[in-house]
Structures are given as structure tokens and as C-alpha cells.
């Protein structure tokens, strides 16, 4: 009855609001910056959160580098590092050393991460620093759309991990494609996992949608982000992070 489908809380949104507020402020000033997304990782952690993620944008829009390194003092479970594929970011992450590594396609102007990374178009470029990562003992993942051209070259580059994009999926929820996004997502797992690759996921997902995202095979570990901030706006973070490892324990 119980599917073992992991639980990344994505703590982005918590820094995003502090930023809206203290983006000028270096310090905790005697804990006046708030909210602080180091407290709101352990806080997960304490409710069952199985990983926290982050992502390092290249215009530090919400995660800050001082944010990452307290992260990495502070949790207990295991760090995921979101960034985008370039040498600057490998350097900072084998200084990091996360658990994992998630590499993320990154445009400036994007509100969020809209579309996966394009892996089958920048092999070369790619395999350097994964290969580099790799090397150096971090697992890496990449963040890719359910396409079987994108999913052969994750394979091809031999990295243990891949996120699919949910975000095609969480936009039709509401409309007509829903059925087909869905079927998608279910292609690219079954593909991923004939290439040996583990597959997670994530991107849009919320308390309405999983119930359709945790039927996906072959699942591992979701990274969810907003809803799980969004929620705790009213219900504290513990709560939230619960209600959503409880909605992945029912099949
Ligand atoms: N996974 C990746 C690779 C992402 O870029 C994001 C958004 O930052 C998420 C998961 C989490 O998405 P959401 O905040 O919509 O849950």
C-alpha cells in the first residue's frame, strides 16, 4: 500500500520573501531578517522532509551563496543543489559538495524555471562538467522534459539522475491536456528507468496534483517547492511538509 516516494522540499520561496523585504540587508541584524529559509529547512527536516533543495540562480534572486553554506552546516538529510550548467557553478559546487547536483537550464528574465534542459543539443559542453562532478563524488541530476531525445542523452552522460519537468503537466491540470501531459510523464519514466536511470521529478506540484503525479512509475524523490511554502503560510511549515508526505504514502 505504501509507496516509498520521497519527499526534496524546495525552500526558494522562503527566501524569495525575505529578499522582497531585505534584499539589502547582508546580516540577520539580531534575527529582524525574515524568514529565515535555513530555519524553514530544519523545520522540514524535523517533519519528514527526506532532502532539501535549493537553487543558486545565477541573478540571486531568492537563494543567497551565505544561505547555501548554512544549509550545508545545518541540515542532517541531504542538500540538492539547483544550478545552472556553467564552470563557475561546478567550482562552487565542489566546494559545496551537496549530496547532488541538479542541472538547470536558466534564463534571467524566466519568473521560474520554465522547460528542461536541453542535454541532446550541449553533450559536449555538458559531459565536461558532469564528468567533473562526477569525479568528485556528486551525483548529478538533470532537469529535463519527458522526451525521449533528452532522456537517451541523461543515458549517453552517464549521470546517475534525472528530474522530469512537471510544469507541462501542472499547466494542463486544470484544461484538456492534462491526460496527454500525463501520459508523457509516465513514457519518460518507463524510458528513463529502461536506461537505468533514477527518476525524479517536479516542477508545479501541488496538495491537488499529486494525487495524479504520484501514480507515475518508477518514481524516487519529488522536489516541491511552492506549494509547500504557499501552504505554510497558514498552516506553519511542519504541517505542510506532513500533509505532503502523507499524500505520498496513499496510492
Ligand atoms: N525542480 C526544479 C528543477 C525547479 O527548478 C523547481 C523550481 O525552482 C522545482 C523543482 C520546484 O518547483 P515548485 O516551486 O513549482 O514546486
Known sequence: MSSAILLGVNIDHCATLRQARYRHHERSCGQMVEPDPVLA?????????????VHLRE??????????????????????????????????A???????????????????????????????????????????GVAVSLFIDPDDRQI?????????LIELHTGAF???????????????????????????????????????NIRDIRRIPHLHELNIGHSIISRALFTGIGAAVREMKQLLLET
Not at 529547512?41 to 532539501?52: F, T
Not at 553554506?69 to 556553467?86: C, D, P, V, Y
Not at 509516465?186 to 506540484?205: D, M, P, S, Y
Request: with cysteine; net charge negative; aromatic share 2%.
Open 94 to 136: 565542489l566546494a559545496l559538495r551537496p549530496e547532488t547536483v541538479c542541472l538547470v537550464p536558466e534564463k534571467r528574465e524566466e519568473i521560474t524555471t520554465e522547460g528542461g534542459l536541453d542535454a541532446a543539443d550541449q553533450m559536449e559542453r555538458l559531459a565536461e562538467l558532469t564528468d567533473t562532478l562526477a569525479e568528485a
Open 59 to 92: 541573478d540571486r534572486r531568492h537563494i543567497q551563496e551565505r544561505d547555501v553554506l548554512r544549509l550545508r552546516e545545518q541540515i542532517q538529510t541531504r542538500l540538492n543543489l539547483e544550478m545552472a550548467a556553467t564552470p563557475a557553478m561546478v567550482e562552487f
Open 152 to 160: 537517451e542523452a541523461a543515458a549517453r552522460l552517464r549521470v546517475p
Open 41 to 53: 529547512a530544519v523545520m522540514a527536516e524535523q517533519a519528514g522532509a527526506d532532502g532539501i533543495t
Open 170 to 208: 501542472a499547466n494542463a491540470w486544470h484544461g484538456p491536456g492534462r491526460e496527454s501531459e500525463w501520459e508523457r510523464l509516465l513514457r519518460g519514466a518507463e524510458t528513463a528507468r529502461r536506461a537505468g536511470l533514477t527518476v525524479n521529478a517536479g516542477h508545479g506540484i501541488n496538495y491537488a
